[in-house]
């Protein structure tokens, strides 16, 4: 199989993109299969779960299937169509989308950096109670959903700024029936996927703990650019 090697790690995006090229020039054809995830992670000089991302968006594409015990195989040479009629309205209201996402992405590494200044200990104890129990959702897509938007809640309200609760709750409401679609569009329930969102959660939770501001809002921001890179693909 023909790749090329990446120069950075954890580029599922740029691993996705090099096998879906390959599927749309024939050179990787209907019914072939995939090598290995321990093949193409040595292949791509990156580690599997970054590799399993990518399958996992090759396969929300319509291109591959994930066969019980990780082979995949190529099932079409064409993107599948997103049915969902509420992705189809918020591709028509883009310009408005994208306007509370950079609200909401302003906001949100705003509450983490004063959180981080402000949290009381029983703010503390709430945020750790939630991060077992988003580790302990990892693979259930609904109820990993809930913890995200209670621990995006409580860090708002651990910032012990009325106002800026406010702001977070009218925002997010907007947002909550894209997180929602676009979770059962992205697969959340897919093991890597929900790892990751878990130790992004964490590295900020932890920035918290340490009293550290401006790293809370680093890793804050860093998250919610993640959340928007998965859903601009559907956009």
């Not at 939770?205 to 959340?227: I, N, S, T, Y």
Request: charged share 30%; hydrophobic share 45%; with cysteine.
């Amino acid at each position: 199989m023909e790749i090329t090697r990446l120069s950075k790690r954890n580029h599922y995006e740029e691993i996705a993109e090099q096998l879906k090229q390959l599927i749309l020039d024939g050179k990787l054809k209907v019914g072939d299969k995939l090598p290995s995830t321990k093949e193409m992670s040595e292949q791509f000089g990156v580690g599997r779960s970054t590799t399993r991302e990518a399958l996992s968006a090759l396969k929300a594409m319509g291109f591959i299937e994930i066969r019980q015990g990780g082979g995949c195989r190529v099932i079409s040479s064409a993107p599948a169509p997103v049915e969902l009629p509420e992705l189809q309205q918020l591709r028509m209201n883009r310009e408005t989308l994208l306007e509370l996402l950079e609200a909401r992405q302003s906001l949100e590494v705003a509450n983490a950096s004063i959180a981080a200044e402000k949290a009381n200990d029983a703010d503390i104890e709430l945020l750790r109670k939630l991060m077992l129990e988003m580790e302990a959702a990892i693979g259930d897509d609904l109820e990993g959903e809930r913890t995200d938007l209670l621990f995006h809640l409580n860090m708002a309200k651990a910032t012990h700024n009325s106002i800026m609760v406010r702001l977070f709750e009218s925002i997010v409401g907007q947002l909550e029936i894209v997180i929602r679609d676009i979770r059962r569009v992205e697969i959340y329930a897919n093991q890597s996927v929900a790892e990751r969102l878990y130790r992004e959660h964490l590295a900020i939770f932890e920035a918290v703990c340490d009293r550290d501001a401006a790293l809370a809002g680093q890793r804050m921001k860093e998250h919610l650019e993640h959340v928007v890179s998965n859903l601009m693909r559907y956009l």
